[in-house]
């Protein structure tokens, strides 16, 4: 009998569940119901969210790259102890148009970096990983850092410490001076490379080669990052 009345109590529970259940699925629909009305009612004021576009940093001729390599041991030695190592990148998005930033720390004496345009060239005046390109070293990207302060000296960089500074430390006094970054960004809208020297697969994939050059005075050994960020735009 006990048993009997077991079974039947866990019979109820089960019964008591399923249309726990039930109400909880229909108050659902009926809800979801009413969104979807409001949302056919109201089509025209919405408006479609895309997603980001792709984009990302390669190396020479597209190649994966997580990191240029600027070893002095392979840089080009001129008046003074200056160093000068120059790079080949691309810049490979589904945009038409790209902006660039370099961001940077100023350990290294009379560093300095610039940014050409550059086109696959079969005799070029620039070579990196097994690719030649062209490129006019008397016309550099142009662009401004947005957080450089004035030293009195043009030997070393450093950050704006009276007005930029505190946006990215709390304490100032205990923040070494040369590892604050400096923030570099390109004064144009870069558009995708439509060089005729360039395959049919890195035309659909917008690649744009640029040469990075990197530039210092040799003096005791330093150590300085250096990162290349690129962001889809929508035009120039």
Not at 131 to 148: E, K, L
Request: proline share 3%; glycine share 6%.
């Amino acid at each position: 009998m006990r048993e009997h009345i077991s079974k039947k109590k866990s019979n109820q529970k089960k019964i008591g569940y399923s249309l726990l259940a039930i109400i909880v699925t229909a108050t659902l629909l009926i809800r979801f119901s009413r969104a979807w009305f409001y949302k056919q009612n109201h089509m025209e004021s919405l408006m479609e969210v895309k997603p980001p576009a792709d984009i990302s940093i390669l190396g020479p001729g597209g190649s994966e790259m997580t990191s240029l390599e600027l070893n002095s041991a392979n840089a080009e030695k001129g008046d003074n102890g200056k160093l000068t190592i120059r790079r080949v990148i691309c810049v490979q998005s589904d945009s038409d148009y790209h902006k660039i930033e370099i961001v940077h720390t100023t350990n290294l004496k009379g560093l300095e970096f610039k940014l050409f345009a550059a086109t696959k060239s079969e005799n070029g005046n620039v070579t990196d990983g097994g690719y030649s390109y062209q490129y006019d070293p008397n016309s550099p990207i142009s662009g401004t850092y947005v957080n450089r302060g004035d030293m009195g000296t043009t030997e070393y960089k450093s950050a704006d410490k009276k007005t930029k500074y505190s946006q990215n430390f709390s304490d100032t006094d205990k923040v070494q001076l040369h590892a604050e970054p400096l923030y570099w960004k390109a004064a144009e809208v870069q558009k995708a490379s439509t060089d005729d020297n360039i395959t049919i697969d890195e035309k659909v994939n917008h690649r744009t080669y640029y040469v990075c050059e990197v530039s210092w005075t040799e003096t005791t050994k330093e150590t300085d990052v250096f990162y290349v960020l690129a962001e889809t735009a929508k035009s120039k």
